[in-house]
Each structure stands twice: as C-alpha cells, then as structure tokens.
C-alpha cells in the first residue's frame, strides 16, 4: 500500500532563507509526483507536477526533483518570502490506484516571519 | 480561463439529511475527482469520474455517490449525513484520461465544507 511522508510537520523561518521540504514514497511505482500549496480554508494551488521519467522541475522560485529510486521528492524554496506562508502537500498518481487517485502526504506547515 | 468551480462553498446540514455538491470542470477537462480533506485523515480519495463513467472509487460507504453529466459537471451526493462526514470536499479536473496518458496534472477548486450538526 501506497504511503506518502512529509517531514517536516512544520516549519517556521525567517524572511530571505532558503528552504528544502521532504516528501518520500513506499512504492516507486508512480506516474507521476504533485507539488500543492493549501492556504488556510482554501483549495489547493498546483505548484509543480513531476513526470516518473524526469528529475526535476523548476518554476520560479520552486525547484522539486524525484529520485524515484529512493522513493523521495525534495521541493526547495529560494528566497523565501512570508507570501509563501502555506501547507505544503505533496501527492503521488500511483499505477495500482487507477487514474488520477492521488496519494497525498499531511502536509508540512510553513510559516515564514518577516 | 476560468478554473474549477466548486458550489456551494459552506453549508451546514444536520445528521440524516443529505446534501449534494457540485463541481465545474476547467473548459475542455473531461476527467473530474473528488477528495476529502479533515483535520484527522488528511485528504483522502473518493472517486473519479471520465467521459460519465466512474472509473476507481475510494473506500468511502455506500451514502457517497456521485455522477458525471455529459458536459463533464459533476456531481457527489452524501446521504443519510452523520457528525464525520465534516469536512472540506475537494474537486479536481484533468486534461489528461490519467495514467500513462498526458501529464495528469489535476487542478482543484475552492472545495465546499460542509458542517454536519
């Protein structure tokens, strides 16, 4: 069974700093890997989706790789600002839970303080 | 270009009723999938629907249901509402039919909470 860990739970830093949120995986058998942002009482914003044949994907700020082999994704934050404050989900489309069944891991709390 | 739409948006029923939320898929998105998220189990998998067909279902009871119309709208309803079905309900869309096939990316809308009193 399929199971999705993000470590940390939460996390506050100040304002500039450079961040890296963890995310790993039971079964590397995956289509693909999701990056999310919840805010609180909203839905969640899609930040970047990574393919099971790629390695990392870059918009902005946000950098995600996949290390399928090792069952891990790592999202790293530039710069970091407190317009990035948010949950941070992370999810996994796995070959056994049919189409587009996400797997999503709690999440990691991120507070970023002036 | 309009992003998925979610009604209503709060709602609060009372045990026994049943409440029946709707979803908006972005234009040309034939795959619609419904998550719910609370405090204790996080967000967690109901159903998938594509071209009007359910496709994978969650381990959710019976009084969770839900259907795809021909314009890719869809649908849940909760019957017979108890305490625990408290939550944010989440709708995504895809372009892709999922899988191997396309990129998968799946895009939410606002969700609607419900309250169960």
């Known amino acids: 069974k399929q199971e999705v860990t993000q470590i940390p739970a939460a996390l506050s830093v100040p304002e500039g700093e450079n961040l890296v949120l963890n995310c790993s995986f039971t079964?590397?058998?995956?289509?693909?890997l999701q990056w999310f942002r919840q805010d609180p009482g909203k839905g969640l914003t899609s930040l970047l989706l990574?393919?099971?044949?790629?390695r990392e994907q870059t918009s902005g700020r946000l950098n995600a790789s996949l290390d399928k082999s090792s069952g891990r994704s790592t999202l790293y934050i530039a710069a970091s600002q407190p317009g990035d404050s948010a949950t941070y989900l992370c999810?996994?489309?796995?070959?056994?839970?049919?189409?587009?069944?996400?797997?999503f891991g709690a999440g990691t709390r991120l507070a970023v303080h002036p | 270009k309009a992003g998925v739409t979610q009604t209503p948006r709060y709602l609060i029923k009372t045990r026994g009723q049943q409440v029946t939320l709707s979803c908006s898929p972005i234009?040309?998105?034939?795959?619609v999938s419904w998550y719910q998220q609370t405090p204790g189990q996080g967000l967690q998998f109901l159903f998938e629907?594509?071209?009007?067909?359910?496709?994978n279902k969650g381990n959710f009871p019976g009084r969770f249901s839900g259907r795809q119309f021909s314009n890719s709208r869809s649908e849940m309803n909760v019957s017979t509402l108890e305490l625990g079905d408290s939550a944010l309900y989440l709708c995504?869309?895809?372009?892709?039919?999922?899988?191997?096939?396309?990129?998968?990316?799946?895009?939410f809308g606002e969700g609607s909470r419900l309250t169960v009193l």
């Open positions: 995504a869309s895809s372009l892709a039919r999922g899988g191997g096939q396309g990129t998968g990316e799946l895009f």
């Open positions: 079964d590397s058998a995956i289509y693909n």
């Open positions: 990574i393919q099971s044949s790629q």
């Open positions: 999810a996994v489309n796995p070959f056994s839970g049919g189409y587009n069944k996400l797997i």
């Open positions: 234009s040309g998105h034939r795959s």
């Open positions: 629907y594509f071209s009007e067909t359910q496709r």
